[in-house]
């Protein structure tokens, strides 16, 4: 296609010097929000690729017995967690593509519970409360995952043991899961359901990890029909709120806003 | 007595720390005499092992390893240490630096940390 050689020259509008400022601030603001997700995912996936180069080289070193019993599940514990993490990623990112897939049906949170404390690299004492039978109606791997960011939030972050109270509440199930610690500011907990908050702080202070795991169980207790929040426990510590459908069709209506409420 | 290096490892990754282990112990003249999963317990694991290095993680929950790099200078300055880190920002070059720390990159291959535990005790001493 050619352009005509006589029409009317194009309008360009004159630039404006304002405009020009204010799409020069949000570019930067778009930089270093790239930047400083690279940074956190690439902070996340170093270590379990180096862990899984290195275990895979001890096993080329044909180890001892006593080794190899060690290094065969933590090698999988590794290779499940990078899974884990681009999962993560994808649906905290609000891809759609690796939401879970399993039909809603009646799962007993208790055994879930105990099941995916049992695969934590250290599990700290657990104990489960309340109505041992309660049940959701959740796709049991979104169960899975939830309770997997949740317990090994509790167990890495928590001070003592974990406790899991479970119950129903206003037609919903209920799970609660806390863990003792020092008083938490209530910005951090308003902030925590933020996508890669920790990102900020990890660079230079004591936290570790991607700041991706509440977000993600907010996205799937909200695919799940269910919420998420976090309370301050008097004394110290977090309670994590974890609110599911008990029968088919419910939903567990306002119960938490995923901030600190 | 052996004349073996003695180390302790401090990584909150169990798995890492696991491979860190057994890496370590299949290298003549070190041992690893103990492990810790935050600061707080890497204090108290020095203390108790007075070991002649120390590997540190630095982004760790509870204490961070610029905090217990900090304690365990201040009780015992002949340990030497190496700060072994997933990424390093300004702020963790910056800091090891000041402390005199020797910073390393996490990788699988032990290489550059072996050489640097090596250095860390000349350095102390």
Same mark, same amino acid.
């Given at each position: 296609?050619?352009?005509?050689?006589?029409?009317?020259a194009p309008s360009h509008a004159a630039p404006d010097p304002v405009i020009d400022a204010e799409v020069a601030r949000q %570019?930067?603001?778009?930089?270093?929000?790239?930047?400083?997700?690279?940074?956190?995912?690439?902070?996340?996936?170093?270590?379990?690729?180096?862990?899984?180069? #290195?275990?895979?080289?001890?096993?080329?070193?044909?180890?001892?017995?006593?080794?190899?019993?060690?290094?065969?599940?933590? &090698?999988?514990?590794?290779?499940?967690?990078?899974?884990? &993490?681009?999962?993560?990623?994808?649906?905290?990112?609000?891809?759609?593509?690796?939401?879970?897939?399993?039909?809603?049906?009646?799962?007993r949170v208790a055994d879930v519970v105990r099941k995916v404390w049992s695969e934590l690299a250290e599990p700290a004492e657990?104990?489960?409360?309340?109505?041992?039978?309660?049940?959701?109606?959740?796709?049991?791997?979104?169960?899975?995952?939830?309770?997997?960011?949740?317990?090994?939030?509790?167990?890495?972050?928590?001070?003592?043991?974990?406790?899991?109270?479970?119950?129903?509440?206003?037609? #919903?199930?209920?799970?609660?899961?806390?863990?003792?610690?020092?008083?938490?500011?209530?910005?951090? %907990?308003?902030?925590?359901?933020?996508?890669?908050?920790?990102?900020?702080?990890?660079?230079?202070?004591?936290?570790?990890?991607?700041?991706? #795991?509440?977000?993600?169980?907010?996205?799937?207790?909200?695919?799940?029909?269910?919420?998420?929040?976090?309370?301050?426990?008097?004394? #110290?510590?977090?309670?994590?709120?974890?609110?599911?459908?008990?029968?088919?069709?419910?939903?567990?209506?306002?119960?938490?806003?995923?901030?600190?409420? | 007595? /052996? @004349?073996? !290096?003695?180390?302790?490892?401090?990584?909150?990754?169990?798995?890492?720390?696991?491979?860190?282990?057994?890496?370590?112990?299949?290298?003549?003249g070190l041992t690893v005499v103990g492990v810790a999963g935050d600061g707080i317990e890497a204090v108290e694991v020095v203390?108790? $092992?007075?070991?002649?290095?120390?590997?540190?993680?630095?982004?760790?929950?509870?204490?961070?390893?610029?905090?217990?790099?900090? /304690?365990?200078?201040? /009780?015992?300055?002949?340990?030497?240490?190496?700060?072994? !880190?997933?990424?390093?920002?300004?702020?963790?070059?910056?800091?090891?630096?000041?402390?005199?720390? $020797?910073?390393?990159?996490? /990788?699988? @291959?032990? !290489?550059?940390?072996? $050489?640097?535990?090596?250095?860390?005790? $000349?350095?102390? !001493?």
């Amino acid at each position: 296609m050619q352009a005509p050689e006589d029409g009317p020259a194009p309008s360009h509008a004159a630039p404006d010097p304002v405009i020009d400022a204010e799409v020069a601030r949000q %570019l930067a603001e778009l930089d270093a929000i790239r930047r400083r997700v690279l940074n956190v995912v690439g902070h996340a996936l170093r270590t379990p690729m180096a862990t899984l180069r #290195g275990l895979v080289e001890v096993l080329g070193s044909e180890p001892d017995q006593p080794t190899l019993d060690q290094v065969v599940p933590a &090698l999988v514990r590794t290779t499940r967690r990078l899974e884990r &993490l681009l999962d993560d990623v994808l649906v905290a990112s609000e891809v759609t593509t690796r939401l879970p897939t399993a039909a809603p049906s009646p799962v007993r949170v208790a055994d879930v519970v105990r099941k995916v404390w049992s695969e934590l690299a250290e599990p700290a004492e657990l104990v489960v409360e309340g109505d041992a039978a309660t049940q959701a109606f959740v796709g049991a791997d979104g169960l899975r995952w939830m309770l997997w960011h949740l317990l090994d939030n509790a167990a890495t972050y928590g001070q003592g043991p974990v406790t899991v109270a479970l119950g129903a509440e206003e037609g #919903g199930s209920v799970v609660r899961i806390s863990s003792g610690g020092p008083e938490l500011d209530p910005d951090d %907990l308003a902030r925590a359901f933020e996508l890669f908050y920790r990102g900020e702080v990890a660079v230079i202070s004591s936290a570790s990890g991607m700041g991706v #795991g509440l977000p993600v169980v907010r996205r799937l207790a909200e695919h799940a029909g269910g919420s998420v929040c976090l309370r301050a426990r008097d004394g #110290g510590g977090v309670t994590a709120i974890l609110r599911l459908p008990r029968v088919a069709g419910a939903t567990t209506g306002s119960g938490g806003n995923g901030g600190a409420g | 007595m /052996s @004349d073996d !290096t003695r180390v302790v490892v401090v990584d909150d990754d169990a798995d890492f720390r696991l491979l860190m282990r057994v890496q370590l112990d299949l290298v003549d003249g070190l041992t690893v005499v103990g492990v810790a999963g935050d600061g707080i317990e890497a204090v108290e694991v020095v203390r108790r $092992e007075r070991p002649d290095a120390v590997v540190m993680d630095l982004l760790m929950p509870k204490m961070n390893g610029f905090e217990a790099i900090q /304690s365990i200078r201040e /009780s015992d300055p002949g340990i030497g240490i190496v700060a072994y !880190t997933a990424v390093a920002g300004n702020y963790a070059r910056e800091q090891t630096a000041a402390m005199g720390v $020797e910073l390393v990159l996490k /990788s699988g @291959d032990p !290489t550059d940390l072996v $050489e640097a535990i090596a250095r860390s005790r $000349e350095a102390a !001493t």
